[in-house]
């Protein structure tokens, strides 16, 4: 991305069902409350990222597709006006619909349209992409748009396939375009610790990524509840659920802060990673 705009984060993975979203949103909470000011783009045809944050039924006058479009009512440098105040405190959106998905049908005069919308909103602090969970103009959009690449996924083998073909599709994406796409690295959602299979799978990220895993989010009740009530888990806390609430929106904090380089502990991968290093390297040999 080029001008003065927000720093600009994509959340991506082509498996749909890992938590994508919900990663997206809660992270723009979280960096809400860590003082940014930010915008969601719902780069996703199935606006759920929209119908969490402004409501199933708000009624929008334009949406990202507006600015994407080659014929579109806006041109990028408008963007502003189809940019809408969510239900969330401090994050605003700029929406989807299901006509976006029209858009991997486009040319390349796509692939650089939303990059100039976003430099023009310079207000933002950051802009949190929802990208869609396949592999296409959009995405590329999406990638040739950002200063990073967060991947999300599950604890599950069917989920880790692909990781690494993604990220060396979105750098050759970057390298047709002359521009550096930088993978900031993984978050692994929906993980239960104490199970066997959990931890076998998370050991073999480990050894495949390494210190790219940048968060582990355990499977908690609030986290869903939240997104279908269509609060943030900060507005959880006051509940019946709020214990777990406040430490779920801690977990999102820690990964905000690992992405933005900020202090934050240290990833809790249950198992020795020392141990982990030289089981993998006698395998190896």
Same mark, same amino acid.
């Given at each position: 991305?080029?001008?003065? =705009?927000?720093?600009?984060?994509?959340?991506?993975?082509?498996?749909?069902?890992?938590?994508?979203?919900?990663?997206?949103?809660?992270?723009?909470?979280?960096?809400? +409350?860590?003082?940014?000011?930010?915008?969601?783009?719902?780069?996703?045809?199935?606006?759920?990222?929209?119908?969490?944050?402004?409501?199933?039924? %708000?009624?929008?006058?334009?949406?990202?597709? /507006?600015?994407?479009?080659?014929? =579109?009512?806006?041109?990028? !440098? #408008?963007?502003?006006?189809?940019?809408?105040?969510?239900?969330?405190? *401090?994050?605003?959106?700029?929406?989807?619909? $299901?006509?976006?998905?029209?858009? @991997?049908?486009?040319? @390349?005069?796509?692939?650089?349209?939303?990059?100039? %919308?976003? =430099?023009?909103?310079?207000?933002?602090?950051?802009?949190?992409?929802?990208?869609?969970?396949?592999? =296409?103009?959009?995405?590329?959009?999406?990638?040739?748009?950002?200063?990073?690449?967060?991947?999300?996924?599950?604890?599950?083998?069917?989920? $880790?396939?692909?990781?690494?073909?993604?990220?060396?599709?979105?750098?050759?994406?970057? !390298? *047709?375009?002359?521009?550096?796409? /930088?993978?900031?690295?993984?978050?692994?959602?929906?993980?239960?610790?104490?199970?066997?299979?959990?931890?076998?799978?998370?050991?073999?990220?480990?050894? !495949?990524?390494?210190? +790219?895993?940048?968060?582990?989010?355990?499977?908690?009740?609030?986290?869903?509840?939240?997104?279908?009530?269509?609060?943030?888990?900060?507005?959880?806390?006051?509940?019946?659920?709020?214990?777990?609430?406040?430490?779920?929106?801690?977990?999102?904090?820690?990964?905000? %802060?690992?992405?933005?380089?900020?202090?934050?502990?240290?990833?809790?991968?249950? $198992? @020795?990673?020392?141990?982990?290093?030289?089981?993998?390297?006698? #395998?190896?040999?």
């Amino acid at each position: 991305m080029t001008g003065a =705009g927000p720093g600009v984060l994509t959340v991506a993975n082509q498996k749909g069902g890992v938590g994508k979203t919900t990663t997206t949103v809660n992270l723009a909470a979280a960096l809400t +409350h860590m003082e940014n000011r930010v915008l969601v783009v719902d780069l996703d045809s199935s606006s759920t990222a929209t119908a969490v944050l402004l409501g199933v039924d %708000a009624d929008v006058k334009h949406t990202v597709d /507006d600015v994407l479009a080659p014929n =579109g009512s806006l041109r990028p !440098e #408008d963007a502003r006006a189809a940019v809408v105040p969510s239900r969330w405190p *401090g994050v605003d959106v700029l929406p989807s619909d $299901f006509s976006l998905a029209e858009r @991997d049908q486009d040319g @390349d005069v796509l692939q650089e349209r939303l990059g100039t %919308a976003l =430099g023009h909103l310079e207000e933002y602090d950051w802009a949190l992409i929802d990208a869609p969970p396949h592999l =296409g103009r959009l995405l590329g959009s999406a990638v040739l748009a950002s200063d990073s690449v967060l991947l999300v996924t599950e604890p599950a083998a069917v989920s $880790f396939y692909g990781l690494a073909h993604l990220r060396r599709t979105m750098h050759a994406i970057g !390298e *047709g375009y002359g521009h550096r796409v /930088d993978i900031a690295g993984i978050a692994v959602n929906k993980v239960q610790t104490g199970t066997v299979a959990h931890r076998a799978a998370l050991r073999r990220l480990w050894e !495949e990524h390494g210190d +790219h895993i940048l968060g582990l989010i355990p499977q908690r009740v609030p986290i869903a509840e939240a997104l279908n009530s269509g609060v943030s888990l900060y507005a959880l806390a006051s509940t019946s659920r709020g214990r777990s609430a406040a430490m779920l929106a801690q977990e999102y904090e820690h990964l905000a %802060a690992r992405l933005i380089g900020l202090p934050a502990p240290p990833v809790a991968l249950p $198992f @020795d990673t020392s141990e982990a290093a030289r089981a993998a390297e006698s #395998d190896a040999s």
